[in-house]
Every structure is written in structure tokens, then in C-alpha cells.
């Protein structure tokens, strides 16, 4: 009876056990096939071609323009001020009376010295006379000639002494904001004012790192100016003309001089600058900026592959990054161009993540897309 008992109870408990665990499975079926009527997880991004370019990468320095024709005057004899000939800040023409200096005692002792030669030269010519008769020495008629050539040697100095009393300007361009008095007494060797030269174009000096790629004489440089009225840069173009023969031993650098036209006298002496200096070409390959993602690992591209039904699937390529050039990024390695890729929205997608591409758009077609 007690085998019996406990077959019977054994036979119960297996049967509660095997209804509980069928319940189960059917549970777990139920929620599989729930789970399968939700569509697979998507994301929908716009796309495009990478470009493979040849791309020149810049170093940007810093440069100042330099005026081919600047120059401080000063006065070489010290003086009153008897005629002042310029403004603060005006254009003066070649040899335009700029400062004359009182040079009365210099009128006066320059008429006695011309009188004095008028007298030495009348005596050599007597003594010529004399010395044919035979009644006077060659002695004599050389003392006489002495006496003329150094009375008009003295009359030249006076000359001189004159003429540098009148300052005058060396070239046509426009004075400095300095300003002078009718009866003011310079020093001698007193800076009257600084002159730049009128010219239609201006020197651009800047310095390269050694360590950088040098350029070469003849190759163009871009130049960058903000515009006051837009604080945007304004690019120019100007021709390496001249180098250093040697590098700056305290700052290692090599220093260059480029022309930069300026017809328009839009640029300033002194005037500060950014310098674009065109280094090394390589191949690259062109992308939106938007197609980079960014993570702790890296930089990376989603290319968009086929699977074997024919959907887009994401696959993350990592990348190296070069230069950025407005909207578009110079990839240096992991693409080799041509590879479909996405672009805005590429930050919402994942490893084989199952891509729907709304507008496929060539690089070619976008603004700032250059090499």
C-alpha cells in the first residue's frame, strides 16, 4: 500500500511540474513572437560619395607689411626754423621743400667766399703774366693757384651747407603726424618725421619654422586681412621674392619677403597679417565634415554596404583626419574614395545598423569643396 501511495504521489508532482513548464514555454513563445512583430531597429541619414583629391596642406604664420619706401628724417645741421613746408599726415611730392633752416650767416660768409675767389683768380691771372715776363717764380703762380682752388673748394662747402639746410623729401608719399613751428630751433640730428613712400605695392615679411616645410622664391602665399566693416578675412596673393640666407639662430626660424600688390593703397605700413604659406601636396580623400563621428576610440566614417537582401547596413570605418577646409574634412587614411558614405545624421547610427538614405548628394556639388 505504501508503494502505491508513493507512485501515485511521484505521479502527481510530475504532472504538476510538466503543466508549469509548458505554461512557461508557451509564455516565452507568446512574448518571441511579440517581440518578432516589431519592425528591426533603423535610422535614416542622407549620403554621399567620398572624393579622392590632391590636397596641399598651409602653415599659417603671422607677417607685417613693410612699405619698399619708409624713411625717418632727420636734419643733419643744427638750426631755426625759417619755413615749414607740410602738414601733419600730407602727401608731399619728390623734392618738396619739407623744413628750411636760417642759413642767413651761411648767405653772408658764402658771398665773401665767391669774393674772395673772384680776387684769388684775378691775381692768378697777373701773376700769369708776371711769371712770362720772367719778373716773378713758378713759386708765386702756384701759391696763386692754390688760393683759387681752395676759395672755390670753400664756396662748394657753403654751397652744401646751404642746400642741407633745406630738408627736403627724398620721394613722393605721405609725412608722419608731426608738426613744426616758423622760428622753433631743431638740434642737430632731430627726427622731423617719418615718410612712406607712394607705391603700388608693399613688401610681406613672415618667418618659418625650420622644422616646417620651407617654401619656395616665386611661389604665391595667401594673405589674410580682417575687413573692418564685415570682421571677415580677406584673402590676397602675393609672390616670394626674397630669403634670409640664414636662419634666425635665436628662434629658428627662416625668414621670407613676398610682393603684394596694393594699386588701391589698401594696406598699411606695419600692418599686421596672417600668412597662408602652401606646404606639401598629397593625396587625400574629401568628406563632409558631418560624416565624422567621434568617440574615446577615435575618429570615424559609417560606409554604407549592401546586405544579402539588399538593405543599407552602416559599417564604421575608422579615420585619420588632416586639414578642415569649411564644411568638408581632409581624410589622411582608412578611406581610399569613391566609398558611399553617410553624412547628416551619421552620428545616430551603430555597427550594422540597418540605414534608410533619404538624399544622395555628390561631394562635387558642395560649397567649399576644394583641393
Known amino acids: 500500500m505504501n508503494i502505491k501511495r508513493w507512485l501515485a504521489a511521484t505521479f502527481i508532482v510530475l504532472v504538476v511540474i510538466a503543466s508549469l513548464g509548458f505554461i512557461k514555454f508557451s509564455q516565452i513563445q507568446a512574448q518571441i513572437a511579440f517581440g518578432e512583430s516589431f519592425p528591426e531597429p533603423s535610422a535614416s541619414v542622407k549620403s554621399t560619395y567620398a572624393k579622392a583629391i590632391e590636397h596641399t596642406s598651409n602653415i599659417k604664420v603671422v607677417g607685417q607689411l613693410q612699405a619698399r619706401k619708409n624713411m625717418t628724417i632727420s636734419n643733419e645741421y643744427p638750426g631755426q626754423i625759417t619755413y615749414v613746408g607740410f602738414n601733419p599726415g ?11 633752416l636760417d642759413t642767413s650767416i651761411d648767405e653772408a660768409n658764402l658771398k665773401a667766399a665767391k669774393a674772395r675767389v673772384k680776387l684769388a683768380k684775378s691775381t692768378y691771372a697777373r701773376v700769369v703774366k708776371l711769371l712770362k715776363q720772367k719778373r716773378i717764380s713758378p713759386d708765386e703762380v702756384d701759391k696763386a693757384e692754390a688760393d683759387v682752388s681752395i676759395g672755390e673748394a670753400e664756396v662748394q662747402n657753403l654751397q652744401a651747407l646751404i642746400a642741407k639746410k633745406t630738408i627736403r623729401a627724398p ?3 605721405q609725412t608722419g603726424l608731426d608738426q613744426y613751428q616758423i622760428g622753433q630751433f631743431l638740434d642737430v640730428n632731430s627726427q622731423i618725421t617719418t615718410m612712406i613712400g607712394s607705391d603700388n605695392a608693399i613688401w610681406v615679411d613672415f618667418h618659418v619654422p625650420q622644422t616646417l616645410a620651407q617654401p619656395h622664391i616665386g611661389s604665391q602665399v595667401s594673405i589674410s586681412l580682417t575687413d573692418s566693416s564685415s570682421a571677415e578675412f580677406k584673402d590676397f596673393h602675393a609672390k616670394i621674392i626674397a630669403k ?3 636662419i634666425d639662430s635665436d628662434s629658428r626660424q627662416q625668414s621670407y619677403r613676398a ?6 593703397n589698401q594696406f598699411n605700413h606695419n600692418q599686421m597679417t596672417m600668412v597662408t604659406v602652401p606646404a606639401n601636396t598629397i593625396k587625400a580623400v574629401l568628406v563632409p565634415t558631418n560624416a565624422i563621428t567621434r568617440s574615446h576610440f577615435g575618429e570615424f566614417v559609417y560606409q554604407l554596404e549592401k546586405d544579402e537582401q539588399q538593405n543599407w547596413r552602416a559599417k564604421p570605418v575608422k579615420v585619420t583626419l588632416g ?5 568638408n574634412q581632409i581624410v589622411l587614411t582608412g578611406l581610399s574614395g569613391g566609398e558611399f558614405i553617410a553624412s547628416e545624421g551619421a552620428f545616430k547610427l551603430s555597427e550594422n545598423l540597418l540605414v534608410y538614405t533619404e538624399q544622395t ?5 558642395q560649397d567649399g569643396a576644394q583641393q
Open 244 to 246: 634670409k640666407p640664414s
Open 323 to 327: 586639414d578642415k577646409i569649411q564644411d
Open 171 to 173: 620721394f613722393a608719399g
Open 90 to 100: 600730407d602727401t608731399v611730392e619728390f623734392e618738396q621743400v619739407l623744413l628750411q
Open 259 to 264: 610682393l603684394l600688390p596694393n594699386s588701391d
Open 361 to 365: 548628394a555628390s561631394i562635387d556639388s
